[in-house]
């Protein structure tokens, strides 16, 4: 199939090239014209060795430096000549350029516009005297991979902010604006940039916090390194979740915060590079889950406790070490206090002052000895955030502990009682909760002030499942039941118990219901195929409920049957889910993903109808705002439908998305179960369903969809059902793919809803014979016909929803022609001619002969999806791979890739480091350059290029 098309393109590009020969050699006047004027500004025109005497850049022979395609001027290639001058304004008349490297020249004025370049895929502007850049720079480059525009000198005076119009060029992989005069925050916008893998802001004036928005973003490289100005801060939780990045330059800022632990998950990481910051914090001794790393420089920050022992040489002075040899522990009085430190998430007055191994010896402040023993910690009225760590329990000489007027919350450590000195335990005006340990009477405990311990029985100490009743309200002193003081530290979340045996009772009525529920349904099923080996064809709509309102696809009706596997996934992953602590947001509380009713309620105007976004096969979904601003989705089971049915596909949605995350699939927030609501929350699609973008812009006065947006659309779903098919060693069939299943976010990137009727394949089968489950018009034909469930029949249902993308037509729509009705057998018949194929595209798509290329290799696949026969249709995997060509234009890079991602640690990268080095601490960075391209692409031969572009010849 792939060489198929191969065959195709360049039969295509062969027949449009004789087509054109009309034409052929004698370059296009409006691109003769850029190049003439080009070179009529610069200074030392001669370095370029172009004729005077022949205007025909495109030869043959062709000028220096200039690759054309056909009549086009497709590259200027003139990296390195000396060229100066600037560049002419009308440079985008140019407009079938593809690459263009004009890096370390002195080219110099205002940059011209980009705008409109669609064609550009690289572009090295970099180390040049550009001294302006226009705001519509950025316009329209819809195909750009590659853009440095390094150390020039742009709008110096007042710097420039990047314009968000970049974040059409949805494919651009590797961005590079070292020391440009950017200024202002990073740009939220790069966030949604889901092709970015190299990115290099560094020494430029941005400020403020790495923005959320980049979470999750697969860089490689990430160079935020020396900002001038105010620079860069807030926390590097970020940074901990980009978990290809290999290389991290962030030094030189004033971030803030410790090393999040899951910064070691990042398994790939060379070198990172966080010196000359405020960073605080113990450094996670054991590294060795960094197999990669080479290269680390912790200097200048305020890093406590041990240094990290590492099989390199790394930096590390001017931080809080307590020991100056890597390897060494602290001692333990040290150990505990910083444990302590820890809780209160190092303020940096203290992070500042608590260093060394000998709290006695140096002056850190709160803190005092008696004997060379910590005897009083006095920190009141800091506003320390956090809970009191149970370590205080090991400082056994303790006899003051004044920490009144701060903001702390949690249990008081029953450790605490063991301290044999203790006198004055002072936790006046905090947040202190219930149960109150039990200390002997010779401490003073002062706890005035905390407004969780005025009654008796607070909320929160009833649903512990302690018995702290009797915690005394009254504030000096408080004499519990010993009961209590065997309670666990706070650490020890009891609640979590109570949920979990909630949980255990709820499991406890599901399963014989569900039992019983399967042998029934097994029961029905024998029926049913022994039914079916009489009428050998029984009519689907006997089995499959039609929609009666076919102009919302939303509700057509589902029909499902679980049967004894799915309520097996069901169950383990209930289990699964109480004990997984997945940390995502602040909404899983007591870490994991229950969220309570109230909540819901409240986010959702207690479902007010005008939040409504549509209604599923079981449920409605609302919209929904969290206190915070976060918008949520809720569906909200019907009670009238609370049959088994309806439960099992609740389980079935929970085990599968809490099971599955990836970025092309809608992910679960957290769930509710309460009575009888059933509540499940998902993270907010603000576009909406691609059905309504497909079938009902015009109702809803939208623009229609794009095609570019159509592929990267087709792209994501392909993406995320390749992950649901073949995650870890399970499969997840989804068994309800249909373009209303497909939501949009505001980059109208796509992601895979609605796996309420998903199943596990089990283990060692390929196939699972099952009641039908699905929505008519995306059913494969075996599975209408047998109930077998494959990884084909979504793959049936993905085709559909291509031909929908290109068709812009219902799957099903009783409201068309006999012959047109069902959307797969009329595509199929018609995509057999390119006049046919041209007369069922989508009328508010503009087919172009370069997109027309495109759709009827998409149209192609479709078919293929579709295919009758199970085992005629291709993988998923197969799907991405055509897909991921088109819509990211994706072509090998010679062997020199890895130099060109930058990550190569051989010859010029080491020189790079070096050039950094001696450049830290000032920005003059001239020596360094940056945008070595090494020519692996531009030095493309022409006749090259010309074979994988088919398009341009004209
Ligand atoms: C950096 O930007 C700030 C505003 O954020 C400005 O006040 C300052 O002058 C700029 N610094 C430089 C060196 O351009
Ligand atoms: C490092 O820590 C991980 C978990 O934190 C642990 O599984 C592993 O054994 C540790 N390795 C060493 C060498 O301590
Ligand atoms: C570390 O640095 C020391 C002194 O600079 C040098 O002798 C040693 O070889 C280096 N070790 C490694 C592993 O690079
Ligand atoms: C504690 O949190 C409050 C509110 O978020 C903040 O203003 C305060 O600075 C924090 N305290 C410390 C010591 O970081
Ligand atoms: C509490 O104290 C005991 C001994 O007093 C110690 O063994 C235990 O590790 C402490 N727990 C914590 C969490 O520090």
Redesign the pocket.
């Known amino acids: 199939m792939a060489l198929g098309n191969w065959i195709k393109i360049v039969f295509l590009s062969v027949f449009l090239c004789c087509f054109g020969s009309v034409v052929f050699g004698t370059t296009d006047a409006g691109d003769y014209a850029v190049l003439d004027e080009f070179r009529k500004g610069l200074a030392n025109p001669e370095l370029l060795k172009w004729p005077t005497n022949n205007r025909d850049p495109c030869g043959p022979p062709l000028w220096p430096h200039v690759f054309c395609s056909g009549s086009r001027v497709a590259q200027i290639q003139v990296q390195n000549l000396g060229l100066s001058g600037p560049l002419p304004r009308d440079f985008n008349k140019l407009s079938m350029l593809t690459n263009i490297g004009l890096q370390r020249n002195n080219f110099s004025g205002k940059l011209p516009s980009f705008s409109g370049l669609s064609n550009l895929q690289y572009a090295y502007l970099g180390n040049n005297q550009f001294d302006a850049i226009p705001s519509d720079f950025f316009v329209g480059l819809t195909s750009l991979q590659v853009l440095s525009l390094d150390m020039n000198p742009l709008n110096?005076s007042t710097?420039w902010v990047l314009p968000p119009d970049l974040a059409d060029s949805a494919q651009l992989m590797n961005l590079s604006l070292v020391g440009c005069?950017l200024?202002?925050p990073l740009p939220e916008f790069l966030g949604t940039m889901h092709s970015l893998s190299v990115l290099k802001l560094s020494y430029n004036?941005l400020?403020g916090t790495i923005p959320a928005s980049y979470s999750g973003l697969p860089l490689q490289i990430l160079w935020l390194n020396n900002q001038?100005?105010?620079k860069l801060t807030g926390s590097l939780d970020v940074i901990a979740s980009m978990t290809m990045l290999k290389d991290v330059w962030l030094h030189g800022n004033q971030l803030t915060g410790p090393i999040p632990s899951s910064i070691w998950g990042l398994t790939s990481l060379t070198r990172l590079w966080l010196n000359n910051n405020l960073l605080v914090g113990l450094v996670p001794q054991n590294l060795t889950s960094l197999l990669q790393l080479q290269s680390l420089q912790l200097d200048n920050n305020m890093f406590m406790g041990p240094i990290p022992k590492v099989s390199f040489n790394f930096t590390y002075a001017y931080n809080s070490f307590c020991q100056s040899t890597p390897g060494i522990p602290c001692s333990p009085e040290v150990t505990a206090l910083l444990e302590f430190l820890e809780r209160v998430n190092y303020p940096s007055k203290l992070a500042a002052s608590w260093s060394g191994n000998d709290p006695c010896a140096s002056l850190w402040s709160g803190v005092s000895c008696f004997d060379g023993k910590v005897s009083v910690i006095n920190l009141p009225n800091l506003q320390l955030n956090g809970t009191i760590s149970p370590s205080l329990g090991k400082l056994n000489d303790l006899v003051d502990v004044r920490l009144g007027g701060n903001n702390l919350d949690g249990m008081i450590p029953v450790n605490m009682t063991n301290l044999k000195l203790l006198k004055t335990l002072d936790l006046s005006s905090n947040n202190i909760s219930p149960p109150v340990p039990h200390f002997p009477s010779s401490v003073k405990v002062l706890l005035d002030g905390n407004k969780l311990l005025v009654t008796a029985s607070s909320p929160e100490s009833s649903s512990t499942g302690n018995s702290p009743s009797d915690s005394s309200p009254n504030n000096t002193q408080s004499h519990n039941s010993p009961r209590s003081s065997g309670s666990s530290s706070p650490d020890a979340n009891s609640g979590n118990r109570s949920r979990g045996s909630r949980k255990l009772n709820l499991l406890i009525v599901i399963v014989p219901i569900a039992f019983g529920v399967s042998i029934f349904l097994l029961a029905v099923l024998f029926l049913c195929f022994w039914k079916r080996r009489k009428s050998a064809f029984p009519a689907p709509s006997s089995i499959v409920v039609h929609p009666r309102d076919s102009s919302n696809p939303d509700n057509l009706v589902k029909i499902v049957v679980a049967n004894n596997a799915s309520n097996s996934i069901a169950t383990n992953e209930w289990q699964s889910i109480n004990s997984s602590h997945t940390s995502d947001t602040h909404l899983i509380e007591s870490g994991n993903l229950v969220i309570s009713v109230q909540v819901l309620r409240s986010a959702t105007r207690n479902f007010a109808s005008e939040n409504v976004l549509g209604k599923g096969g079981f449920g409605v979904v609302y919209k929904g705002e969290l206190h915070d601003g976060t918008m949520i989705a809720v569906k909200r089971m019907e009670s009238a439908v609370l049959s088994s049915k309806a439960l099992d596909e609740f389980h079935a949605e929970i085990a599968v998305l809490s099971k599955v995350r990836h970025r092309n699939l809608v992910s679960i927030l957290g769930y509710s179960i309460e009575e009888y609501e059933r509540l499940l929350v998902y993270e907010y699609m603000p576009q909406g369903a691609l059905s309504k973008h497909l079938f009902r812009w015009k109702q809803l006065e939208s623009e229609p969809l794009s095609w570019k947006k159509r592929m990267n659309i087709a792209l994501d779903v392909a993406r995320g059902m390749e992950y649901l098919h073949n995650l870890a060693h399970q499969c997840f069939i989804h068994r309800d793919l249909k373009s209303s299943n497909i939501l949009l976010g505001d980059d109208y990137r796509a992601k895979v809803s609605d796996f309420g009727l998903a199943k596990l394949a089990p283990d060692g089968k390929n196939s699972v014979a099952t009641r039908l489950a699905g929505t008519f018009g995306y059913l494969a034909p075996e599975y209408a016909v047998t109930g077998k469930v494959t990884k084909k029949i979504d793959v049936f249902s993905f085709g559909v929803v291509l031909m929908e993308l290109l068709t812009g037509l219902m799957a099903l729509d009783e409201n068309r022609p006999e012959e047109s009705r069902y959307l797969v057998s009329w595509f199929c018949q018609m995509k057999t001619t390119k006049e046919n194929l041209k007369s069922i595209i989508d009328p508010a798509l503009v087919v172009t002969d370069e997109n027309f290329d495109s759709i009827s290799i998409i149209a192609e696949l479709a078919g293929h999806c579709a295919a009758r026969e199970p085992q005629q249709r291709p993988d998923m995997g197969h799907a991405v791979n055509v897909l991921a060509q088109l819509a990211e234009k994706w072509r090998p890079m010679s062997d020199d890739q890895d130099e060109y991602l930058g990550i190569d640690l051989q010859q010029p990268l080491l020189q790079m480091v070096k050039g950094w080095q001696a450049a830290d601490g000032t920005?003059d960075v001239s020596s360094v350059s940056l945008d070595d391209s090494k020519g692996s692409i531009p030095a493309r031969p022409a006749g090259f290029a010309e074979s994988f572009t088919s398009s341009d010849g004209r």
């Open positions: 110096q710097g005069n200024a202002g004036n400020t001038i100005g105010p920005t």
